[in-house]
């Protein structure tokens, strides 16, 4: 239907003259603004550098690919270019320029091919697990730089996006803001302070910069000042800022309370019903583990010596093992096992008393499996891990008591216990091996366990193996977290520490049907004549626990030279006590002790259990994980953005349902009517002009927005409709106002459907006409 409004004759008005407009090519290119963003992003790049070791290898290749996104960016702007076209030419000069700096040698003379894809992945996954078991500063890897990079190019294409096409200044700087919580959040104080001056200086140039562009053209300085204006607000604001870094810097972290901790821990997560995740604890002692520092890290008052255990890691991607337990607030009584592998086996009680001074760590050591605590508060309990945590960032200078079950197995129960079923709940985690693992060592452990009928005696045949005379303990080999790492020990160097040992012998027992994790802590340490355990750094230790079915976790000693002082451990492993696992260990028999079996043939296995000693059949099993992770973070944006264009399109319903039942006059109607046709039409490229007068602004808007003739001419009714509303005294009538609507209606209509499709799609995720309209005056 097209509306018609006839024009009433409006009274005469000369209007004002319209005012200097600044070039457009200055207000879409932003001018100096466009260093000082650049400078800004730059200035989160420093604040991510300080998470390494090689800070400046690091900052060089993030800075070129921030540098470039923002020289893409503008020259877009330049060019007149939509947003999803400049978008699309700012990822594809981000991605080229980071393979360039990041993966330059897997290139064809430049050109990303397939050398670059394949080397892509295992970039990213060695990056992965670095993330998991290393803390800053850490080693530059190539993975890190590759997602650096990425993260630095969305946020300098998202700033420059809010800076000079939505004209919002303080949205611009959110992106790179966010990349500086981030390192904040990572760097856990290291370089705090220097990076939050230099970030902050980068943010006060970008806004002053901004501010003084945005105002220059048409703000005066007290009326009387105009062309100094600008000049003046960024020298006034420059000295301010300088001021204000100044003091940050230098008298900031002097205040008092700056050195004193937060009253809510965020960077420990989060206490309480909704649990608590923690990094891996190889974080916190991977130096002990090959340390021979004799410096004391705590005390244990206890008539039952035994392995001081922190967490146990259950998490194998094939070169590391690492955690993601939960951990709730826990009182004096601890709860039992909620994993679905339950202890059951004879205990008895043990009670140690610890006193901290240098574990430098949130856990809090205790023999397993502990069941009371007293002394410490804040407590954290994960019952699958059976650990303790503390709130606090370290548990130095705590003091408590531990009760806990210690298990008294004995072999011969052991040996009666049947090799699980991969189908039982709560198993597959603790069977669960990557896909990338190399067959051949599923091979050497069947070959090292063939002769064993029952999984008590496949794991001694593992322990006695590594035990034995072709490996041997050094505290020389470097730690290798490659994805061959537990091949090459296995067959090539056979030569580590107990970090390899004990995530090699988890590793072997799972490919045979054998549940196994990798517990963390600390031998029982030194007997002083003060009646004290006396615990160093060179007492860190790490170790296997095997899951045994009516019985459960069962910890084994494959590192040659270290023993549990535990009566009923030597029992079951066969090995004597000893801490001194840099003395040369003795050749240890290859083959099992002697174990209880049921007379007869062994029982059938469960269905799906490997049996140590039959040569499984190869299978090869599909895994994408990688596609299923990228996959699920498609599909987790894409929900993300139909929750935000639903909310925007209620609230926008909302707010016209608002307007309209606030409109009871004509002329109230009529100026609906020309507000909702002035955003539709600046939405569409062509907003109003301060010096236009509505009748101006029709013609020229219906030119510029390319109106059919009809809704041209409804356009300018419209306007003269509202110039009658706006000032004459009689005013229109009930008639106009309806046509008013109306006209507005065809006129939202067919700029909607002249839009191409991605300008729609940007038009229901944009917030602005949506702000514009709650906004005072709406």
């Known amino acids: 239907m097209t509306a018609t409004i006839a024009r009433p004759t409006p009274r005469e008005a000369t209007p004002p003259a319209p005012r200097p407009r600044p070039p457009r090519s200055r207000r879409v290119a932003g001018g100096p603004s466009n260093l000082a963003l650049a400078a800004l992003t730059l200035s989160a790049v420093v604040a991510l550098s300080r998470l390494f070791t090689r800070p400046t290898a690091f900052f060089v290749p993030v800075a070129v690919v921030a540098l470039v996104v923002h020289l893409v960016a503008w020259s877009c702007r330049r060019a007149r270019l939509e947003l999803l076209p400049s978008a699309l030419a700012s990822a594809l000069a981000g991605a080229l320029t980071t393979t360039w700096v990041s993966l330059g040698h897997a290139t064809a003379y430049g050109i990303p091919w397939r050398g670059a894809y394949h080397a892509l992945g295992p970039a990213l996954q060695t990056a992965a697990d670095a993330y998991r078991s290393t803390a800053a500063p850490t080693e530059v890897l190539t993975g890190f730089v590759i997602a650096a990079a990425f993260g630095v190019g969305c946020a300098a294409f998202l700033g420059d996006w809010a800076a000079f096409r939505m004209r919002a200044s303080t949205e611009a700087c959110l992106p790179s803001f966010s990349l500086f919580v981030l390192s904040a959040a990572l760097a856990q104080g290291h370089g705090t302070v220097e990076a939050a001056a230099v970030y902050l200086?980068?943010?006060?140039?970008?806004?002053?910069?901004?501010?003084?562009?945005?105002?220059?053209?048409?703000?005066?300085?007290?009326?009387?000042?105009?062309?100094?204006?600008?000049?003046?607000?960024?020298?006034?604001?420059?000295?301010?800022?300088v001021v204000a870094v100044g003091l940050v810097s230098t008298v900031g972290p002097h205040l008092p309370g700056a050195t004193t901790h937060a009253l809510i821990n965020w960077r420990r997560g989060t206490t309480g019903d909704q649990g608590r995740s923690t990094g891996s604890p190889l974080v916190d002692i991977k130096d002990r583990l090959r340390s021979e520092s004799e410096e004391e890290v705590f005390t244990v008052k206890t008539d039952h010596p035994a392995y001081w255990r922190m967490t146990a890691l259950d998490d194998f991607n094939g070169s590391g093992w690492s955690l993601d337990d939960t951990y709730r607030r826990a009182g004096g009584a601890l709860a039992g096992s909620d994993d679905g592998l339950p202890d059951v086996g004879p205990t008895q009680i043990g009670t140690a008393t610890f006193r901290i001074s240098g574990l430098d760590s949130l856990w809090l050591p205790a023999a397993y499996r502990p069941l009371h605590i007293t002394g410490a508060r804040g407590v954290s309990y994960s019952a699958e891990a059976a650990s303790l945590i503390t709130q606090k960032a370290t548990s130095d200078g705590d003091s408590y008591?531990?009760?806990?079950?210690?298990?008294?197995?004995?072999?011969?129960q052991l040996a009666q216990s049947p090799f699980v079923s991969p189908d039982e709940p709560g198993m597959a985690r603790y069977l669960q091996l990557p896909a990338g693992l190399d067959p051949e060592v599923g091979e050497l452990a069947r070959q090292h366990t063939f002769a064993a009928t029952t999984p008590?005696?496949?794991?001694?045949?593992?322990?006695?193996?590594?035990?034995?005379?072709?490996?041997?303990?050094?505290?020389?080999?470097?730690?290798?977290?490659?994805?061959?790492?537990?091949?090459?020990?296995?067959?090539?160097?056979?030569?580590?520490?107990?970090?390899?040992?004990?995530?090699?012998?988890?590793?072997?027992?799972?490919?045979?049907?054998?549940?196994?994790?990798?517990?963390?802590?600390?031998?029982?340490?030194?007997?002083?004549?003060?009646?004290?355990?006396?615990?160093?750094?060179?007492?860190?230790?790490?170790?296997?626990?095997?899951?045994?079915?009516?019985?459960?976790?069962?910890?084994?000693?494959?590192t040659p030279g270290r023993g549990s002082p535990d009566q009923a451990a030597q029992a079951i492993t066969g090995e004597k006590p000893g801490q001194a696992a840099d003395a040369a260990p003795a050749a240890t028999a290859t083959a099992s002790p002697t174990t209880t079996a049921a007379p007869g043939r062994p029982a059938p296995l469960p269905k799906g259990a490997v049996?140590?000693?039959?040569?499984?059949?190869?299978?090869?099993?599909?895994?994408?994980?990688?596609?299923?992770?990228?996959?699920?973070?498609?599909?987790?944006?894409?929900?993300?953005?139909?929750?935000?264009?639903?909310?925007?399109?209620?609230?926008?319903?909302?707010?016209?349902?608002?307007?309209?039942?606030?409109?009871?006059?004509?002329?109230?109607?009529?100026?609906?009517?020309?507000?909702?046709?002035?955003?539709?039409?600046?939405?569409?490229?062509?907003?109003?002009?301060?010096?236009?007068?509505?009748?101006?602004?029709?013609?020229?808007?219906?030119?510029?927005?390319?109106?059919?003739?009809?809704?041209?001419?409804?356009?300018?009714?419209l306007a003269a409709s509202f110039e009658v509303a706006a000032y004459s005294p009689a005013g229109p009538d009930d008639d106009t106002a309806a046509a008013a609507l109306i006209a507005a209606r065809q006129i939202k209509a067919e700029l909607a459907t002249a839009r191409p499709w991605w300008s729609r799609l940007a038009l229901r995720l944009d917030p602005r006409p949506v702000w514009r309209a709650v906004s005072p005056g709406a």
Not at 530 to 558: K, M, N, Q, S, T
Not at 641 to 663: E, G, N, Y
Not at 674 to 701: D, N, Y
Request: glycine letters at 8%.
């Open 201 to 241: 200086a980068g943010l006060l140039a970008f806004l002053l910069t901004r501010q003084g562009a945005v105002d220059s053209p048409a703000t005066s300085w007290f009326a009387s000042r105009s062309r100094q204006g600008a000049s003046s607000l960024v020298a006034t604001g420059a000295l301010v800022a």
């Open 401 to 412: 008591t531990v009760s806990s079950a210690i298990p008294t197995v004995t072999p011969a």
């Open 456 to 558: 008590y005696q496949a794991a001694l045949d593992l322990q006695n193996w590594l035990r034995g005379p072709e490996f041997r303990y050094s505290l020389d080999v470097p730690a290798d977290d490659s994805p061959n790492a537990l091949l090459d020990f296995l067959t090539t160097t056979r030569a580590g520490f107990c970090q390899q040992f004990a995530a090699s012998f988890a590793a072997l027992a799972r490919t045979i049907g054998l549940p196994a994790r990798v517990a963390v802590g600390f031998t029982p340490g030194e007997l002083g004549s003060d009646g004290l355990y006396h615990v160093r750094d060179d007492d860190a230790h790490a170790w296997p626990e095997v899951y045994f079915e009516g019985v459960g976790w069962i910890a084994f000693e494959p």
């Open 611 to 717: 049996h140590p000693g039959t040569a499984a059949p190869k299978t090869t099993v599909a895994h994408h994980h990688h596609a299923n992770r990228f996959l699920l973070a498609v599909a987790a944006l894409v929900a993300a953005a139909l929750a935000w264009a639903l909310a925007l399109a209620i609230i926008s319903r909302a707010v016209t349902a608002r307007r309209r039942a606030h409109a009871l006059t004509a002329p109230a109607r009529i100026a609906l009517a020309w507000r909702e046709v002035g955003e539709a039409l600046a939405g569409a490229g062509s907003p109003s002009r301060p010096w236009e007068t509505p009748a101006e602004f029709a013609r020229r808007a219906a030119g510029e927005a390319a109106l059919a003739q009809p809704s041209q001419q409804a356009l300018v009714g």
